[in-house]
């Protein structure tokens, strides 16, 4: 396939290296080679660039998922955390009122059948 431009990232010893290879065909015309392009990144720059991809390549080689968008690193105003904390607080009296319903419901369950049992 002429033109055919396939591109491979690889992070090794903190050097990101982007190596781009030209497959083409039939002949050329002049030189179309792209050299590659070695360029030095510190890891922990690597790391808080919010723009790159969810998962990293170690030095090792090995792929780890990003944190990024896990992270609780993060300052919080004091709206946003009493919003989360009166979230919470809902969260769990919903819970409760949940919980109550059904035993409430499992309670008039439990009723019916005894009522069943005892007419016969």
């Known amino acids: 396939m002429a033109g055919k431009l396939t591109t491979s990232l690889l ?7 982007i190596k781009v290879v030209s497959n083409e065909a039939g002949p050329s ?3 179309n080679n792209i050299p590659n392009v070695v360029i030095p ?3 922990s720059k690597i790391a808080k660039n919010s723009r790159l991809p969810a998962t990293m390549v170690n030095p090792s080689g090995e792929i780890t998922k990003s944190q990024k968008k896990n ?3 993060k ?3 004091k709206k946003q955390k009493a919003r989360s904390d009166k979230g919470k607080e809902r969260a769990v009296e919903l819970s ?3 919980g109550n319903r059904v035993k ?17």
Do not use: C, D, F, H
């Open 11 to 17: 992070l090794k010893r903190r050097q990101l290296t």
């Open 29 to 31: 015309k002049g030189s």
């Open 41 to 43: 990144v510190q890891p």
């Open 71 to 73: 992270s609780k690193n």
């Open 75 to 77: 300052q919080i105003s």
């Open 96 to 98: 409760e009122k949940l």
């Open 104 to 120: 409430e419901r499992e309670e008039k369950k439990a009723k019916r059948q005894r009522a069943k049992k005892a007419w016969e």
